[in-house]
């Protein structure tokens, strides 16, 4: 996108000459400076609105008709050449005391009791620009408290000083307005926008924001002091953003967790599930080493429990090794060297979803070794999203594209129906039935050498889709860049945990009946076959996982070893950009290791003779000629059922997944699952259908939608145990009939 190049302009700002860029806000000159003023509604990445009026300075004629007649809003007024300001005569100090008191008239004054006293821009700013002593002799107006604006928002009208962050936040950085000025005049307040709770995936970030303690958390609300707390810098392990956050502990706990300010990733927001999805390290933990014996687990030490699972691995004569997707790039190294110099087994895969040898091939080609930035995304003339939905499966990511969007990005996405997340980013749809996406890119036009192309982790089921997009980007220059769901996918593709020269992939491993298995971060649901995952776990001779809460696997698992999670480990995350985002340990505590850590233990205690070779330790399995690429799946069939639809899917940010389980105030924000079908089929079956696919059946709300013809859309894993569990198989068809029926 390219700009108008701005020249510079000089002022004085208190006597001081500032030289800013032309169109610069008056208190953006100010800061530049090293001068403060006094602010409320102000914040860089919002649009100025002069809600407050705090930040009032003084901006005299000079003699260039440059100057106002009364003080005004330095946040609204952009500088111009030769113009005057002072913040701190007679004035300006005088209309700051004037409003500072006029906040204070109603606002309550019981800092020590108040959630934000402490950390509070209003009390801070009323000792520094406030007087010593109140005028006012009326009662404060009171109102009844809280207002849930959403089941993790909280609103005490009493301590709002209207400022409007919250609002203008709501309605120009996520798009979901749900929050509005009420009432007018002395009456003006904030409430909830038409009957409606506030919902958004970015909804905690208004909390943090607010310069008051009007807004507050559900879940952090009068727990804990700022000065009670200890700050760490961290990296958020929900997504593979790299989203920069602040986490906040006390006595070992985590007692919240904040945005961090990285201008390059995330600026200052975070999703909701990065910053209240963390109790899955206290809750449900796995924190004592287990054995099975007699057909039973029971608690071993961790001498004991490292010696069996190297004793069970090193017997084995084939191994697999499932990693998952969880990991830092540390541990993806570490499980990669321990596939294939311990266990001299190239059966080895991170995808813990469906996938395809075609996804295996690309991750290593045009994935490995590269780097797209959020910077080449604001410097794009064009995006192109195939096979992904950033609202849910990539928060920042999403936040980058509106704000681009908004600044004249066009966005095209190529989806089997138009959501609200692409109407959110201003996109033109491109209605595409799953597996139809190499035939419309094929012919796709409108890319240059200045474009850049995304695509997700779900196109690993549209046979051709990963070349067409290659195809795509080398016929035209364009960037091309992948975007995995979770954190440690990048990184794992980084240290090739992929299946080597003769190996089998995770479908290959699950179907292959090897000797021993050992898992890490893998639900057996969100696998493509997750009856085929469990029955291999149950027919392995001997299972080893590695995991933070009890899972299916770790139920049918022969040793159990818990690994730390995010924070009690410090690692790097490999971000969708290829970006390094080292953090550091939060929590050191005592008998808690990494993945790293105990592969090394084991690798030290295994007794497998590293000179063996692969033929010989596993010659019965790779005799079998089993096709690593057994979940490719032809969707060039010809559906023969008029009443059949191709199944469109993928999972909303805030779903059943195993680390949301316990949260029960984000869970409360998810999404309801329901079916998108075509409009016209929804006046015909109605608000209510029933849903069956090879696997099984779901009655389920169902809404309207424009979709690509043939095919509906649910969410991946909202309902039941999931998509792949009980309902239908990668590339099956599904047929709809109402209810009733």
């Not at 030769?82 to 701190?88: I, K, N």
């Not at 084939?318 to 998952?324: A, E, N, T």
Request: glycine share 10%.
């Amino acid at each position: 996108m390219g700009g108008v190049e701005m020249s510079d302009v000089t002022l004085k700002i208190d006597g001081a000459d500032v030289t800013v860029p032309e169109g610069t806000l008056v208190i953006r000159a100010a800061e530049e400076a090293g001068i403060e003023i006094p602010r409320f509604c102000d914040h860089p990445l919002l649009a100025p609105v002069g809600a407050c009026r705090q930040c009032l300075v003084d901006i005299p004629d000079a003699g260039n008709g440059r100057g106002f007649p009364k003080p005004q809003a330095s946040c609204t007024i952009p500088v111009a050449e030769g113009m005057v300001v002072e913040t701190q005569n007679s004035t300006a100090v005088k209309a700051q005391q004037g409003i500072m008191e006029f906040l204070l008239v109603n606002h309550p004054l019981d800092c020590p009791v108040c959630d934000k006293g402490g950390e509070c821009p209003l009390q801070n700013q009323a000792m520094s620009h406030g007087q010593g002593e109140t005028r006012f002799e009326g009662t404060k107006r009171t109102f009844p408290k809280p207002i849930n604006l959403s089941p993790n928002v909280l609103l005490d009208r009493e301590r709002c000083i209207v400022c409007q962050r919250c609002t203008r936040f709501a309605a120009e950085i996520p798009g979901d307005p749900g929050i509005a000025l009420i009432q007018r005049g002395a009456q003006q307040q904030i409430g909830i926008a038409e009957d409606k709770p506030f919902s958004s995936y970015f909804s905690g970030n208004v909390i943090q924001i607010c310069p008051v303690g009007a807004l507050t958390s559900d879940d952090y609300r009068f727990r804990a002091r700022p000065f009670d707390l200890v700050s760490t810098p961290s990296v958020a392990e929900h997504d593979a953003c790299g989203a920069a956050i602040r986490i906040d502990h006390r006595r070992g706990k985590v007692m919240r967790r904040l945005a961090g300010n990285d201008p390059e990733v995330n600026e200052e927001w975070i999703s909701d599930k990065d910053r209240f999805g963390f109790r899955y390290a206290v809750r449900d933990r796995l924190t004592t080493p287990m054995v099975r014996e007699d057909g039973e687990l029971r608690p071993a030490s961790w001498l004991e429990a490292v010696a069996v699972a190297a004793a069970g691995l090193a017997q084995a004569g084939s191994v697999g090794v499932l990693p998952g997707g969880r990991l830092t790039l540390e541990d993806a190294k570490a499980y990669a060297t321990f596939a294939r110099d311990t266990l001299r087994t190239p059966h080895i895969d991170f995808r813990s979803r469906p996938l395809s040898a075609e996804e295996t091939d690309f991750l290593r080609s045009r994935v490995a070794g590269t780097s797209v930035t959020y910077a080449d995304l604001d410097a794009a003339d064009h995006v192109v999203l195939v096979g992904l939905e950033p609202e849910d499966e990539a928060g920042t990511l999403f936040l980058r594209l509106r704000k681009a969007n908004r600044s004249g990005l066009r966005i095209t996405t190529l989806s089997p129906y138009a959501s609200e997340g692409s109407r959110k980013l201003g996109a033109e749809i491109v209605l595409t039935a799953p597996g139809a996406e190499k035939d419309v890119l094929s012919q796709f036009s409108g890319v240059t050498e200045a474009s850049v192309i995304l695509v997700g982790e779900r196109l690993a089921t549209s046979p051709g889709a990963y070349s067409a997009a290659a195809d795509l980007a080398d016929r035209t220059g364009a960037r091309l860049a992948w975007v995995p769901r979770r954190a440690g996918d990048r990184g794992a593709v980084e240290a090739d945990l992929l299946p080597g020269e003769g190996g089998l992939d995770a479908d290959g491993i699950v179907r292959s009946g090897l000797d021993a298995l050992l898992v890490a971060g893998v639900d057996p649901d969100d696998t493509a076959d997750p009856a085929a995952f469990l029955a291999a776990l149950d027919q392995a001779g001997f299972v080893v996982s590695l995991e933070q809460r009890v899972t299916a696997v770790t139920e049918r698992a022969d040793v159990v070893l818990p690994v730390a999670t995010a924070s009690e480990k410090a690692g790097t995350f490999v971000t969708w950009e290829g970006r390094r985002r080292p953090f550091e340990k939060v929590f050191d505590k005592p008998g808690t290791y990494s993945d790293a850590d105990l592969l090394k233990i084991l690798a030290e205690e295994s007794s497998i003779d590293r000179e063996t070779s692969v033929s010989d330790r596993e010659e019965s399995v790779l005799g079998t000629e089993i096709d690593p690429s057994t979940s490719e799946i032809d969707y060039s069939a010809p559906i023969s059922d008029s009443s059949a639809y191709r199944v469109s899917t993928w999972r909303l940010m805030l779903d059943n997944g195993t680390l949301q389980r316990g949260d029960k105030a984000l869970a409360a924000t998810a999404r309801p699952a329901f079916v998108r079908i075509p409009a016209g089929l929804h006046a015909e079956l109605g608000d209510v259908v029933t849903i069956t696919g090879d696997r099984g059946s779901w009655t389920l709300p169902a809404l309207p939608a424009e979709m690509a013809d043939g095919t509906v859309w649910v969410p991946t894993n909202s309902f039941g145990r999931g998509v792949w569990a009980d309902l239908a198989s990668p590339g099956s068809t599904v047929t709809i009939e109402g209810a009733g029926q």
